[in-house]
């Protein structure tokens, strides 16, 4: 029964020497302990401010490089569209040469046609006469060889004939 009712000497000792522990503890363990905590609340807090800063500035970055896709978009847009209306001008500038080009080639060769068929034309004229003078020339021979019948051809000529 002494066990479990203790005396004051040893209530007072134990009471002092939990006082110089709280006291020890308190200036050498808590201070370093709570130092600690602190800073590492500090560090946990510095991680997550540069976090955020590192969220705004991603947030921040994301919108710039939408932003830019953006611009590359309607830049891409309106090469691709001066692109094809050079092309187009290409294409009708290309279609009014070759038309031209082929309306030139056209009537040079019209030209040379018509060229072509007058100079047949003269030969043909030139072939027909000479044969004409020739038969004429043989008809004529034979039809003088009489003289009665040369003045009754060269009457009948001065009868055709009017005097102006």
Do not use: Y
Request: charged share 35%.
């Amino acid at each position: 029964m002494d066990l479990l009712i203790p005396e004051i000497g040893l209530i007072f000792w134990h009471t002092i020497s939990f006082l110089i522990l709280l006291f020890l503890l308190g200036k050498f363990a808590w201070k370093p302990v709570l130092k600690a905590i602190k800073e590492r609340e500090e560090n946990i807090q510095n991680a997550l401010d540069s976090a955020e800063k590192a969220k705004l500035e991603m947030a921040r970055l994301t919108n710039e490089n939408e932003q830019l896709l953006k611009e590359a978009r309607v830049e891409r847009d309106n090469i691709l569209k001066e692109a094809k209306e050079l092309k187009d001008k290409i294409v009708s500038d290309a279609k009014t040469e070759a038309q031209e080009s082929g309306k030139k080639i056209l009537d040079q060769a019209k030209r040379e046609i018509e060229e072509q068929k007058n100079k047949a034309l003269a030969e043909v004229k030139n072939q027909v006469s000479s044969l004409s003078l020739d038969i004429a020339r043989k008809v004529l021979t034979k039809e003088f060889e009489d003289q009665a019948k040369q003045d009754a051809f060269v009457g009948d000529l001065l009868k055709d004939v009017k005097l102006n």
